[in-house]
């Protein structure tokens, strides 16, 4: 398979804890995207990777939220001292260019 | 500022009908669309494009139609399955929005075929 994946599928936390997710894009996709989804609503954009440089963040990704690809590879979300509000589906896609091909996501649920 | 707007939250079509969704966006930046199905607890799986200087692009049982003049977009699907029940989001992206090729997307449409 080689599709976009994310581990772990589900996350289940409690306040105030960190947590961290992964993201492995297709191999030869050097553009890297994060997007949380809440119960009715679409993706929304959260940060953007090209290679191995975040390129925009959006005004969603407080700073308790950073994300990292260090080899312009895989790239890890960390969501620090973790809020009820948190709890979304985090989704991550990568292109090379053009249609944007998404993993499975990661559930978080902040209890 | 809901700049993809898909204002029909639920759509129930009989198998083997035509099936029609709706998309509306504002931002006249946006140049490339695209519609994503998904299902509960999945990534959205992507199904068919269109570029602003078409105005139809067809894939199968599935075609795109954009009014760049309405700023509207519709996505049909002939004949329904069932298993073409999901939710359908539109998305919208553009080259001069910002970030490269980030995706806008309305809040989806939930289609299902019944038998």
């Known amino acids: 398979d080689t599709g976009v994946s994310q581990d772990p599928r589900h996350k289940i936390t409690k306040r105030g804890q960190n947590v961290t997710f992964r993201c492995d894009p297709i191999s030869e996709h050097n553009r890297l995207y994060w997007y949380r989804q809440t119960l009715g609503q679409g993706p929304e954009f959260l940060t953007y990777?090209?290679?191995?440089?975040?390129?925009?963040k959006s005004r969603l990704l407080s700073d308790r939220f950073s994300a990292e690809r260090p080899k312009g590879s895989f790239s890890t979300l960390e969501i620090q001292r973790t809020e009820q509000g948190d709890s979304a589906m985090y989704l991550c896609?990568?292109?090379?260019?053009?249609?944007?091909?998404f993993g499975p996501g990661t559930r978080l649920t902040v209890l | 500022d809901q700049q993809v707007k898909q204002n029909s939250p639920s759509l129930s079509v009989q198998e083997g009908r035509i099936s029609i969704l709706n998309c509306d966006y504002t931002n006249s930046m946006f140049d490339y669309f695209l519609w994503y199905k998904k299902y509960p607890a999945e990534g959205p799986t992507f199904l068919i494009s269109?570029?602003?200087?078409?105005d139809k692009n067809e894939d199968g049982r599935f075609t795109v139609f954009l009014n760049k003049s309405a700023k509207h977009l519709s996505l049909h699907i002939v004949p329904s399955q069932p298993g073409d029940s999901a939710v359908y989001f539109c998305?919208?992206?553009?080259?001069?929005?910002?970030?490269?090729?980030?995706?806008?997307f309305g809040t989806g449409t939930r289609l299902q075929v019944t038998l």
């Open positions: 896609a990568s292109t090379a260019v053009g249609t944007q091909y």
């Open positions: 269109i570029s602003s200087i078409k």
């Open positions: 998305a919208a992206s553009g080259s001069n929005t910002g970030t490269a090729s980030k995706l806008t």
């Open positions: 990777f090209q290679n191995e440089a975040q390129l925009e």
